[in-house]
């Protein structure tokens, strides 16, 4: 296998259609992203991550495809996306797509058939049970939006499995046919140039079903599988998948019981991301040393997706009910805010306060723990959320480019746009915009790049070790490093108010001309660690020393 790229990459994730519109038809396009892709470079981006692009009724967003080989028309065709691909890879871009295939939309010729008929060669293809499942009501992914997970169909006379909606009916992957089919998807995009998968569900995907059955088996060998096959096609290709489910189950998503790391690459951190939530919401780094000290061992090659917002609600599940009050008090405090009685529906920025310093403080905070960064389209601008908009959407406006009319993300009628535009308020685009920012060098679009240039350079933070420094410290500051072959870097993240002053010259000795690569303002020198300033939601990176050659 190449080098493990994922491990160094900075991830950002977008819908194609709220981004940039270049025919003016209200929906963002492939060839409207390819005219971003600069903006993108010079973000600091290295891997793009599309969310679905097939062609889809639209009713979850995308999720609800009707045919995995092909390009959502709205967006595209299959050439434009061959463009893309090359035109990413010229400015040093990886580009990576979902892959939803637990389900498929009710419209999919495949179900299409296989409610058909019981000698549809499509039948087995998904999950049926002659008789009502006695769990049927069990197991909702998304709690006061669904009912049931099993539906009866009248046309197929028995009832079909869906943990999502009831117009996605899950396939059977105890079926071999589908199975191989799902690896026959995985290599056309290969073949065209996609450097992985972002696998929507995998949980779901390991499951075998059972009726009546609420803790059906999973079968992890068919991650095997896929790690495999995606492996032989492409040598460096990317697993990366949600699995939002208890620790001791993680490791069972990278490898098998002897320590391989022979299934997924990459996993989204989701209890990281919980604990980070209450952290900043208490102000106290306690929940982020307990993520990180509980956060099970990874073989060698496996890596964590860290994130603060995606394209999904603030997922508090992993919580107590206790803490989840913590985190609603502070970052949603109304319950048009929360979801699916688990979650937040918002962006940072509002989160936050838009005070900017907290801002800062939580994104260097995350960009500086162990793993790969996850950065979700407008939070590098500090965009709001549209409450206004039907549960998820809220997070899913069209990208902010500039102070033109639908804030330059599309030249049609506001009407005609796939959702408005933020046009009021502190976030409204005339306020936030990219062109706006681009223009102040103090900006938050500013800020961001030179933080990623930063991470960059500091390639111990992606393949090193993460390692919390356990010593008495200020209340509300919390200290860690990373170490690799490239060298050390000190982390000094202040989640309080109040300034503090560490003293860490138990670091000096190891230390070679260490000086700060960023800080939320100018200190005074670094000198021998025993006296570092950290103001009220202030950070600190450090270069503690770099090797001078690396193998």
Not at 186 to 209: C, N
Not at 359 to 375: C, D, K, M
């Amino acid at each position: 296998m190449t080098d493990r790229w994922y491990a160094e990459a900075v991830v950002y994730c977008l819908d194609i259609d709220t981004y940039a519109d270049s025919d003016g038809d209200g929906i963002g396009d492939i060839n409207g992203l390819i005219g971003r892709l600069d903006y993108l470079a010079r973000l600091g981006v290295t891997c793009l991550w599309l969310h679905p692009i097939h062609p889809s009724p639209h009713r979850d967003d995308g999720y609800d495809a009707t045919d995995f080989y092909a390009v959502d028309p709205r967006l595209g065709t299959l050439g434009d996306f061959a463009e893309l691909l090359h035109q990413a890879a010229n400015r040093g871009i990886r580009v990576i797509i979902d892959l939803v295939v637990n389900h498929t939309s009710d419209e999919h010729p495949w179900f299409v058939s296989a409610r058909s008929s019981p000698d549809s060669p499509y039948r087995d293809w998904y999950v049926w049970s002659e008789k009502e499942p006695p769990d049927r009501c069990q197991g909702m992914v998304f709690p006061g939006e669904q009912d049931e997970t099993w539906s009866y169909d009248r046309t197929a006379k028995a009832w079909f499995y869906h943990r999502f909606y009831r117009f996605q009916p899950d396939l059977n992957f105890g079926n071999p046919a589908v199975r191989a089919e799902i690896k026959k998807i995985m290599s056309f995009w290969l073949q065209l140039g996609v450097a992985g998968f972002r696998i929507d569900a995998a949980p779901f995907i390991i499951e075998q079903t059972e009726p009546g059955n609420p803790n059906s088996p999973k079968d992890f060998e068919f991650l095997t599988e896929l790690r495999q096959h995606v492996q032989w096609r492409r040598a460096d290709a990317l697993l990366l998948a949600e699995a939002n489910v208890q620790a001791a189950q993680l490791v069972d998503y990278f490898g098998d019981s002897g320590g391989s790391a022979n299934r997924l690459h990459m996993l989204f951190d989701f209890m990281l991301n919980g604990r980070l939530m209450l952290a900043l919401a208490r102000r106290d780094p306690e929940p982020i040393i307990d993520a990180l000290r509980d956060t099970p061992a990874l073989p060698a090659g496996a890596q964590w997706a860290t994130f603060l917002r995606n394209h999904d609600e603030v997922d508090l599940s992993r919580l107590t009910a206790e803490q989840r009050a913590e985190v609603y008090e502070q970052f949603g405090p109304d319950e048009n805010m929360r979801i699916y009685d688990r979650g937040i529906r918002r962006r940072l920025a509002p989160m936050l306060g838009n005070d900017r310093r907290r801002i800062e403080l939580a994104y260097a905070l995350q960009f500086s723990l162990r793993g790969t960064p996850v950065l979700r389209y407008g939070e590098e601008i500090g965009m709001g959320e549209d409450l206004s908009l039907p549960g998820r959407e809220a997070i899913r406006t069209p990208m902010q480019w500039s102070g033109k009319p639908n804030a330059g993300f599309s030249s049609a009628e506001a009407e005609k746009l796939i959702r408005p535009v933020l046009d009021t308020g502190d976030y409204g685009f005339e306020r936030v915009n990219v062109t706006r920012q681009r223009h102040d060098q103090s900006s938050l679009l500013a800020w961001f790049e030179r933080m990623t240039r930063t991470l960059r350079e500091s390639p111990e933070v992606g393949s090193g070790t993460c390692t919390h420094i356990d010593q008495e410290l200020p209340p509300g500051v919390l200290a860690h490093r990373a170490d690799g072959p490239t060298g050390c870097m000190l982390f000094l993240h202040n989640l309080g108010t109040k300034p503090a002053i560490v003293d860490l010259s138990s670091l000096a000795p190891e230390a070679d001309l260490p000086g700060d690569v960023l800080a939320d303002r100018e200190y005074d020198p670094v000198g021998k660690l025993d006296a570092l300033h950290l103001a009220g939601y202030g950070y600190r990176w450090i270069r503690l020393h770099r090797s001078d050659a690396v193998e």
